[in-house]
């Protein structure tokens, strides 16, 4: 039976340390990335595709603060849903190339992405997500509701979705509707929520490391490999995931199979992915 799989992006997918960004960067290294998940395709698997926006983001606002004499600055959750738009073409072009390689013909679809939060989320009182060229710091509240969740359930089995990109575009509910709010919501912790929206078979996080790590960089660094859900909480509990790094991951992949006690999850590199579906490389964590 096909398995319906959330695969999250991360930074290092579009833009390696070093880089600039160019779009030719880009673009070179989303034809290595999108080669993965093509393989999960021709598996027969049903692939919904999220991703960050830090750098991108990033250049946005300085654009915006360059051209500010010359053409109006935009609000940040608009910022986002720009960053979506271009980075979900970016993925979207290098995959529907990458699949009519392989000769397979099935469409790609790039969803803006609303995800509705808590106005009252402490976040909100206490801004910690460092974002664009200064390093300001914005608030970054859970995600408790994507918007889009029922249009990508109808879509998922007849295309590859890319959605929820940066985390979604931070909403609030108001009597008119919704209304976006000055926020970012973390990519990975919205990845989660989208897979238990859509009771996802696996969450895929991909990162620039090939495993979850205690005592990441120290002299006694343990690689974790294949691990309950009830040990990575305890190792979460007890601190051993930084907030501005692993952390949030790990919250995700609890979050996730808390609510899908048959799902899997798996923290991995690009590189090691296969090996890591064949359970011999990165960190599985199952109930």
Do not use: W
């Not at 997918?13 to 070093?18: F, N, Q, S, Y």
């Amino acid at each position: 039976m096909p398995n319906h799989i959330i695969v999250a992006l991360g930074g290092n997918a579009l833009i390696k340390p070093g880089q600039r960004g160019t779009l030719q960067e880009q673009i070179k290294n989303l034809d290595h990335a999108v080669e993965h998940i093509v393989k999960l395709v021709k598996r027969g698997h049903k692939i919904v595709i999220t991703h960050g926006n830090g750098p991108q983001v990033g250049d946005i606002l300085i654009q915006q603060a360059r051209a500010r004499a010359e053409v109006p600055a935009m609000p940040l959750h608009i910022c986002v849903a720009e960053s979506q738009g271009l980075i979900g073409y970016m993925i979207q072009d290098a995959l529907y190339d990458k699949l009519h390689k392989h000769r397979i013909d099935m469409p790609v679809v790039t969803l803006i992405t609303r995800v509705l939060v808590d106005p009252k989320d402490p976040a909100f009182r206490k801004p910690t997500k460092p974002i664009g060229p200064y390093h300001k710091l914005v608030p970054s509240p859970k995600p408790q509701r994507i918007i889009e969740a029922e249009a990508i359930k109808k879509i998922v089995d007849k295309a590859i979705v890319i959605a929820c990109g940066g985390g979604g575009i931070p909403v609030i509910k108001r009597k008119r509707g919704y209304e976006g709010i000055e926020a970012v919501i973390d990519k990975d912790l919205a990845s989660a929520k989208l897979a238990e929206i859509l009771n996802a078979n696996m969450l895929i996080i991909l990162t620039d490391v090939d495993a979850v790590y205690l005592d990441y960089k120290k002299p006694r660094q343990k690689k974790l490999g294949r691990i309950s859900l009830r040990e990575i909480k305890k190792f979460y509990n007890q601190g051993h995931f930084p907030p501005g790094s692993m952390g949030p991951k790990i919250e995700a992949v609890i979050n996730y199979l808390e609510h899908n006690k048959k799902g899997k999850a798996i923290i991995t590199s690009f590189d090691k992915l296969e090996l890591a579906l064949a359970g011999k490389e990165g960190t599985i964590i199952e109930v």
